[in-house]
């Protein structure tokens, strides 16, 4: 007789769980009905260990799922432990009792749990998103126990009676609403089982209901005992009429006689059971490595190296990140870390498990300590979860110290890609920088790699040790400072490159728009540092003194000058120094303050591009070299006629080698030197 009743389901325990399906895929159901079918094989196969349970010989532990598009059904079918009358109405029609929890908690003294999905207690009702009714037809492995058939249409009301299953395991049957009949399709079902079931522990096939068989045709010799043979096929061995050593025609076996069977297709699970991540990385070739990233990620570029994560202590960790070429502009860079528990999949890129900074790697990381449903306010304040993200941190540093020290000449070859993900760690994880610091590289005009300590010795300063103990009255204010000078366009700069050379010294290139912050934040931490743009000023060694003797007429000099190109450019507030630089080529020179630039950078950042930098005295300083014949000759005639244009020439070719022209000065730069040539050619 059929048994009627109420689900025990109270607005205190049902609106947080519908709440939750409401608000994510709801393809998710997929993954809550597979896993409930690992869940029971994985108890199934517990049992069977611990002699309370034998498994028939045979047995082999699977999950289908069967798509009706006709029937507008969805059925998984599982050979796990099933259920007893009793069970149905304890897991299923009690929404609050967990079985897996349950079953964890009988058995957790007995054995190992590894391989327990035990999360899953609530996934069933995930069903009701996307049916109108449902039915379990279960048989449990107890001895004498009866089937059992149980439907329900999504209210609080349900119906239970002895079923007709004949094996052990249970089947649930989706009778699909109208809004979702997408499930019902093949290449659907495919699609969604793929996204999150890719690496679960049971093999899982997908099948349509009613569909034509398909057949195979195989050796006879590689014919499986469950094969279902169709037919056998004898192939005669071929013959071809071949020319011998002598010049004579003979027939000659090209290809042997051989026995083939004609089978029932045999059926390819959609998934990896042990996937890579599960292995030890000692089993793990470059080539599973680099097999695994492409199927994972769809990337056709070989990753740079990677990182296999293995642990058990202090919790239980696995994962593989991958460093994959990222040397396009940091902001466009964009990785995927995909997050598992027990080999199902929970999301990409948790920034509450993974630290942020890791975002631009791809990976995966399996964590089965980490709760499946649950919210992202719940895992911002879980202090287990902000462990494993410094743990996960730490190995990455470890990972990259170690081959800083052991392989530099692979780290160097990397450095330009990885440096942006590196330094922006640096800015993000405090812990982190302070690993990485004395591993960071820099890399020189003559692109030769140093490290941040072989920077400042070379421009004849020390580092100071952050471990060491500071005298007394050691402030930041009474450090003398190094100042190390960079380049941030090797092109555009190239004119002070060249004067640097001419001098003996050195500068770092630091091209990417992720160096700004992150060299202030290598002062902030180093007070005894600074960085320095090597267009910032005109670099002492770089100038000859004026002697006592001179100074009165340089000054004078000086005056003239500033007053000419002030008039000609048509700008009073313009700044105009007047030097004797050392390098006679160079005529005129751009400077700007680093302070200025710092500005422009963060005006920059924070969208502020279109206003005016002279707000901020940001427009540079006009430098002339006193010892060029060009500056000579304009101060020597400074009331002729073509003096107004050799004078806005050499300042339009000043700016030139410090920035890009605006497409208005640009165009009067062009007509200018058309207009120098046409005198020129007279």
């Known amino acids: 007789m059929a048994k009627k009743g109420s689900l025990s389901i109270s607005s205190e325990n049902i609106f947080p769980i519908i709440k939750k399906w409401v608000y994510s895929d709801h393809d998710i159901f997929f993954r809550e009905m597979v896993s409930n079918g690992c869940d029971a094989i994985t108890k199934l196969k517990k049992l069977d260990m611990m002699g309370e349970y034998q498994l028939p010989d ?48 009988k058995y957790k003294d007995k054995t190992s749990e590894d391989d327990m999905i035990g ?25 004498g126990a009866k089937p059992v058939h149980w439907v329900s249409d999504g209210g ?82 071929k013959m071809e009429e071949k020319e011998n050593e002598n010049g004579e025609k003979e027939m000659v076996e090209v290809s042997p006689a051989k026995d083939k069977v004609k089978i029932n297709k045999r ?59 990222i040397n396009t502009e940091y902001d466009s860079v964009e990785g995927t870390i995909k ?57 990455v540093a470890d990972k990259l110290s170690g081959m800083c020290k052991t392989d530099k000449e692979s780290y160097e070859k990397y450095w330009d890609d990885i440096s942006p993900f590196i330094k922006f760690g640096c800015l993000k994880d405090e812990k982190f920088c302070d690993k990485m610091t004395d591993y960071i590289l820099f890399k020189n005009i003559d692109h030769k790699y140093l490290t941040l300590k072989e920077c400042v010795e070379n421009n004849g300063g020390k580092l100071e040790d ?13 450090k003398e400072q190094t100042t190390i000078y960079y380049v941030t366009d090797e092109q555009q700069q190239s004119q002070y490159i060249n004067m640097f050379r001419a001098q003996g010294q050195d500068a770092v290139i630091l091209s990417h728009n992720i160096d700004s912050p992150f060299i202030t934040q290598l002062e902030q931490r180093n007070p005894e540092l600074k960085f320095q743009r090597i267009d910032a000023d005109v670099n002492a060694s770089s100038k000859e003194e004026v002697s006592e003797e001179e100074k009165e007429a340089f000054q004078k000099t000086t005056d003239e000058l500033v007053a000419l190109f002030r008039k000609e450019l048509g700008n009073e507030n313009l700044e105009v120094k007047v030097e004797k630089i050392k390098d006679e080529s160079v005529a005129a020179m751009i400077t700007l303050s680093e302070e200025s630039r710092r500005m422009q950078d963060m005006m920059k950042m924070y969208g502020m591009a279109g206003m005016d930098p002279s707000m901020f005295g940001t427009t540079g300083t006009l430098v002339l070299n006193a ?56």
């Open 466 to 478: 952050k471990k060491a103990e500071k005298p007394e009255g050691d402030s930041a204010e009474n």
């Open 267 to 325: 059926p390819v699970p959609l998934n990896d059971t042990t996937p890579l991540w599960t292995k030890h990385p000692n089993e793990c070739s470059k080539e599973d490595y680099i097999d695994f990233y492409r199927k994972v990620f769809m990337d056709y570029k070989e990753p740079l190296f990677w990182i296999h994560l293995n642990m058990d202590y202090p919790f239980n960790l696995k994962g593989i990140l991958y460093f994959p070429k």
């Open 156 to 237: 609080t009301e349900y119906e239970m009676s002895e079923g007709d299953k004949e094996g052990v395991g249970t089947e649930i049957t989706l009778f699909l609403n109208e809004d979702s009949l997408q499930f019902a399709n093949e290449y659907r079902a495919r699609e969604v089982l793929e996204k999150y079931c890719s690496f679960m522990p049971v093999p899982i096939y997908l099948e349509k209901a009613n569909a034509e068989q398909e057949y195979e045709t195989i050796d006879e010799a590689d014919l499986k005992e469950d094969d279902v043979v169709v037919e056998r096929i004898h192939e005669e061995a």
């Open 119 to 143: 999360h899953f207690g609530l996934g069933f009702y995930s069903a009701f998103m996307v049916a109108d009714e449902v039915h379990i037809d279960t048989l449990s492995y107890k001895e």
């Open 627 to 682: 010892n060029h014949p060009l500056v000579q000759y304009v101060q020597a005639h400074k009331d002729e006629e073509n003096t107004g244009i050799f004078c806005k020439q050499l300042y339009d070719l000043a700016m030139l080698a410090h920035k890009p022209l605006s497409p208005e000065e640009m165009t009067a730069f062009v007509q200018r030197s058309n207009e120098i040539m046409l005198k020129l050619a007279k």
């Open 339 to 395: 997050l598992y528990n027990n080999q199902v999949f929970i999301a990409d890129n948790i920034k509450e498990v993974i630290p942020e900074f890791l975002m631009v790697l791809k990976g995966v990381i399996d964590c089965p300590d980490l709760p499946l449903n649950v919210s992202r306010s719940a895992l911002q304040n879980d202090g287990f979860v902000n462990k494993i993200a410094d743990y996960i941190s730490k190995k």
């Open 58 to 105: 045979d047995y082999k532990p699977q999950i289908r799922v069967v798509v009706s598009p006709e029937d507008k059904t969805l059925k998984f079918i599982d050979d796990g432990l099933g259920m007893t009358e009793d069970e149905v109405e304890e897991y299923i029609t009690q929404i609050a009792f967990s079985g897996a929890t349950e079953f964890l908690e």
